[in-house]
């Protein structure tokens, strides 16, 4: 009896324990429930304040992390110490730009981005005799921009959610390398890149293009699958005269948008329309802020004419409510050129460089002095500095190698104004057109289609590749807002670029600082205001040294500065020889020279576009934003249907933006100031000759006063 009522107390006592234990974790949870989401339920955290009492320093880590991510910062714990009996004492939880920005790059001149700041944001908790943690310091003030939107970039956030932990699982199980792990959460396919003769990469006049098995399905069903899941995708197909389709292009509402901030210069991609691939493939491209490929639009092209592309042309441009770009890059093609004149007359059209160097082998490859033809016809494009310098490395070129009566050579002659880096200085093409050996240009569909690539995995993986672009432009924006490149000389005007450019663009900027190194000024000679400074600079070629004298001239009435050498107005990037005069003279720089499209603390509008392949839940802005648009849409519906509605409408958005305006609700308070217009997205347009259906907005169908839709004669593999 004693033994079994010993084990009964001994049961009792373990009971009480674990209901004790059950009780102190079901109060944990609660406490930590309640950091989370606030005492009402609520996802917002309070402002740190003195007096502020924990449970434990778990509690205030988590409250301080929800509060940092609730503002736009990360956090990193800063210090602790221990008291006498071991346990912690007092600790510091800080924002992680707290330091002095140091780089530990080798290379001075090459310094790498920092995270430090010197911000002072902080949080003491010291532990009280009842047990509990206080916080007995608070700093608020940060020495950098916030930004709730990009805060899920900072370590100390990241976190994966439960779908992603189940999708992994049986991948790391089954001993998958951790970057394929990783991929295997955006992607669904991989591609393979096969190594292919120059041939395979000319545009093929021979042949009608196939969509292959199934591609008219997929086609069909890729359409189906992006009205519903965006309102604003519109897409069309054009017809010939014998209602046979001849191309298709699509777009979204997101394309739209990006075109409004990057649409100066595009480049219409053609790398697909060969004997390389099996998908008639095209796609309007330019490049964003950070250098990076931004998408405007695809097609597909069926038929390889003239009318075929001018067709596809004036729908991607009727798609652009009409606003052409201001330079057009292309592939050197005599069909695309006829169709660029017809469409964008006032537009400058360019050829690729990079393209052209790519058919030397084809053109030379069995020349016995292939290898010194590639190298003198390479100097002469790339050294040359001026027009006068080029003619005449061109003729020595002929000369030397008898080429006076190579078709090729003289076609490419005759368009010497077209890619002739020496031709093109005053176009404006953003970095996008190679000037420099070793440069290149990407599709943006590379590696994601390849040789065997069919138009139903390319639909299948389509909003894979653009959800992975649109990453990549958030990664780099955050790198941009939370780390800095140290400036390696002391003048101001480096410090202004530091300030507002993106990372990708300040380090072009540096490349022309670095090159103060080799560049020396002499004495200037004054006309009324303006300055002629003799700039002299050492280029280097082939391991030779090339000296090159640049006249540049400052007018002291309006800070202008130009250089014959026109780096700013080809690339947008200040050149070293402008930028030695302007340090010479202890001049600000002007504001001219600072360009949006290389800015990163400006709001663009299409970051809060929905797509298909957009997981808005992350993005309160961005959720408002879209809300916002819908009602916007409605009441534009509505008020079209009379003029004296629409001026009713128009009078009362615009009373309400100077309202948002003066109360500084419409822009994040932690950026600086850029107001967005308020715009309806529907998407309202004519289709072109020929069309057959256009799915507008509403998901209805469209067709033009010739009725070609009844009776198609689908060829090319539809």
Known sequence: MAESSKSSNAENTNVDRVRNLNVSLLDKRENVMEILYGKD???SAEEPKVGMSFSSEEEVRLYYMKYAKQVGFGVSKRSSKPGDNGKLRYFTLACVQQGTPKSNASNILKPRPVEKMGCKAKINAALTLDGRFTLSTVVLEHTHALSPGKAIFFRCHKRLGS??????????ISGIHTSKN????????SSENLPLEEKDYQIDKTRQHQLGVGGSEALRNFFIRMQQKNDHFFYVMDADDECRVRNVFWADARCKAAYESFGDVITFDTTYLTKAYKIPLVSFMGVNHHGQLI????????????NSFVSLFESWLRFMNCRAPNAIITDQDKTLQNAIARVFPRAQHRFCLWQIIKRLPENFGAHSQYEAIK??????????LSRDEFEESWQKLLERYNLHDNAWLNLLYGDRHLWVPSYLKNTFLAGMCTIQRGEGMNSFFDDYVNSKTTLKQFFEQFDNVLRRKVENEMTADFNSFSTQIPCITHYSIEKQFQEVYTITKFKEVQDEFRGFLYCVASLPTCEDSIHLYQVTDEIKV???????KFCVAFNEDNAEVKCPCNLFEFKGILCRHALRVLTM???????KYILDRWRKDLKRKYTFVKSSYDDLSGNLEAQRYDKLTKSFFEVALIASKSEEACMKSISH???LKGELVHHGSSCDSSTPSHHLPVASLGISMQAPHHTLDVMDQDGGMSTTNQDVHVNIHWSAGF
């Not at 990783?182 to 396919?189: M, Q």
């Not at 082939?542 to 090159?548: E, M, N, V, Y």
């Open 182 to 189: 990783f991929k295997s959460l955006v992607e669904t396919k």
């Open 542 to 548: 082939d391991g030779f040294i090339k000296r090159a």
């Open 41 to 43: 339920g609520s996802e």
């Open 295 to 306: 998408l405007f639009g695809c097609g597909l092209i069926l038929s390889e004419d003239t």
């Open 375 to 384: 190298s003198s016809l390479q100097s002469c494009v790339y050294d040359s």
């Open 163 to 172: 779908k992603a932990k189940r999708k992994l699982e049986p991948n790391e």
């Open 585 to 591: 003279l202890d001049k600000d720089l002007s504001s």
């Open 653 to 655: 958005v615009s009373r």
